[in-house]
């Protein structure tokens, strides 16, 4: 079962436009997806963003997008709960980069889940699994 970083998320956004490593991800994990509420937070915050900035148009349409994600995902949204926390501080004691990113890696270890994310290097020395589904960041193939 997979865990989805805001990168993921947002990229699925695009529809046709999207990294067909990222829709074929999707096709695939069919309903063993989670979103970390972390994510809603990053993705509330972007929005939040556009409105200050003076861009309600784009507000309103990733707002839009965003509460279709919410009833989407409303049975796997996973919490930031207590024995996450804990596991958080473990993970911040050891080295203090990228705190929300270990969050969503608290998360992970909780529930024994793979990280998908094109940030990989965010999650490094959590102990965490992780899948970047990107096909534009997959090595180039020499062609013979």
């Known amino acids: 079962m997979y865990l989805v970083d805001t990168n993921v998320l947002s990229e699925r956004r695009k529809g046709r436009r999207a990294d067909p490593g990222v829709v074929e991800f999707f096709r695939r994990a069919n309903n063993e997806v989670f979103v970390p509420v972390q994510v809603t937070g990053e993705i509330e915050g972007g929005i939040e963003r556009l409105r200050q900035r003076g861009d309600l148009a784009q507000a309103e349409k990733l ?62 020395g959590t102990g965490v699994r992780t899948l970047n589904p990107f096909l534009a960041d997959a090595p180039a193939r020499q062609v013979p």
């Open 63 to 124: 707002e839009k997008w965003f509460r279709t994600v919410l009833v989407e995902f409303s049975e796997h949204i996973l919490a930031f709960d207590l024995e996450s926390a804990r596991l958080w501080g473990i993970l911040i004691g050891m080295n203090e980069q990228h705190k929300v990113d270990k969050q969503v890696a608290a998360i992970a270890l909780l529930y024994d889940l793979v990280v998908v994310t094109r940030n990989v290097r965010d999650y490094a």
